[in-house]
């Protein structure tokens, strides 16, 4: 006799189903040419840096600029009271036109005395002639060939005087140039192309020549450099791949991470820095936008070469646990295995995997942390997954 069994046994005594497949999301390890890059903080330096003083002392009578303004080669900056100067010029100017004057009087004297040691001359040969002949005493002859002696030095002596009044021209020639100078002084024009800061001395105040304080300081900022320093380890390389080409360098602000500045590297330091083990490197950098600014902090990315048929997949697929760094590998049967994995570059999102899976292979990218050794996936979309976690 055969008894009906109730439902519910019924439905006991059948074949359990097993747990639900888990939500995942899938990305497949592809094969790419990856830049190798370092990353590192660096800091902007301006290009050229100049404290901006007066050569010569005097009020400051105005100021042709704005303070933060950019400014060009050679344009006005400040304007010192030049009438002191003026008046130095046209004291020098006075002594030049003296001392040619002098110079035309001593050079006329010259040409008198000469006559005279000629003429002398003439008359102390005539008159040994005559002595020879005794038609005259030798004290006459004595007489005149003292005459013409004197003559002689008399023409010596005006060389000397024309001498003397020469270099007192060429010194008050020099006084010239030099109040010349001084009077171009007193317009102060910008020595580069920069952007000025503040202004430090302001009109009615008496500006020092050579004064320990600037009256305004200037950066040049475009080109502008950027200083980083990379660990010891990439010094080899560094010093390599510059010898044949120009290494590339980002720099990215931390206010805006979304732009970035090219340049390249110009410098490497001499020597490693052996409290750090670091080697200083600087980059120059057009920076036609201003986007960089000197005395900030930004984020360089130092460019070294390329790796060509890197396996690589998202950066979200690679999980860290006590045993080290892993992936969840896709097997066939829609189930997952852990496979350890060596991370390498980091580039874009994606990471260059060394070892532990090939090309081809399907990782898991999101939804981890429901998986195990085994269990069964079902693919869906990253916005998906997040909403039942929600």
């Known amino acids: 006799m055969l008894v009906a069994l109730p439902a519910c046994k019924r439905q006991s005594a059948q074949p359990r189903s097993g747990p639900p497949p888990v939500p995942v999301s899938l990305a497949k390890a592809t094969q790419e040419t990856i830049p190798i890059e370092v990353p590192v903080v660096g800091s902007v330096e301006a290009y050229a840096t100049v404290q901006v003083k007066s050569q010569v002392g005097g009020e400051l009578l ?25 008046e130095a010029l046209r004291q020098a100017e006075a002594a030049v036109n003296r001392d040619r004057a002098q110079l035309q009087q001593a050079e006329a004297s010259l040409a008198r005395d ?37 003559y002689r030095e008399s023409v010596r002596a005006s060389q000397a005087a024309i001498e003397t009044v020469r270099a007192s021209l060429q010194a008050n020639l020099a006084a010239v140039e030099k ?26 105040n008496l500006a020092k020549a050579n004064g320990d304080d600037p009256l305004v300081v200037i950066h040049q900022v475009s080109p502008i450099f950027v200083t980083f320093s990379v660990p010891e380890r990439h010094l080899a390389a560094v010093r390599r791949l510059s010898a044949r080409q120009k290494l590339p360098v980002r720099a990215i602000p931390q206010d805006a991470p979304d732009s970035a500045a090219e340049g390249h590297v110009t410098v490497i330091d001499n020597a490693v820095d052996t409290t750090t083990g670091t080697i200083r490197l600087k980059g120059l950098f057009e920076n036609r936008d201003r986007l960089l600014w000197p005395g900030q902090f930004v984020h360089v990315v130092l460019t070294l070469e390329t790796i060509s048929n890197a396996t690589v997949v998202p950066a979200e697929a690679v999980q860290s646990s006590q045993q080290g760094q892993f992936v969840y590998v896709v097997k066939n049967d829609s189930t997952v295995e852990p496979r350890p994995v060596t991370a390498g570059q980091l580039h874009a999102g994606k990471l260059v995997i060394e070892d532990g899976i090939a090309p081809g292979d399907t990782v898991v990218t999101d939804g981890h942390l429901r998986l195990f050794p085994g269990a069964r996936i079902q693919p869906v979309d990253p916005g998906k997954i997040k909403a039942r976690s929600l």
């Open 179 to 204: 109040a010349k100078l001084d009077l171009s002084f007193c317009e102060i024009r910008a020595p580069i192309s920069g952007r000025t800061g503040t202004l430090l001395v302001h009109p009615g």
């Open 62 to 86: 105005s100021v042709h600029f704005s303070e933060g303004q950019n400014v060009a080669k050679g344009s006005l900056l400040f304007r010192i009271d030049a009438r002191p100067y003026q």
């Open 114 to 150: 000469v006559a005279q040691a000629r003429h002398g001359d003439a008359e102390s040969a005539r008159h040994a002639e005559l002595a020879k002949a005794g038609v005259i005493s030798t004290s006459q002859y004595d007489q005149v060939r003292t005459s013409a002696e004197v």
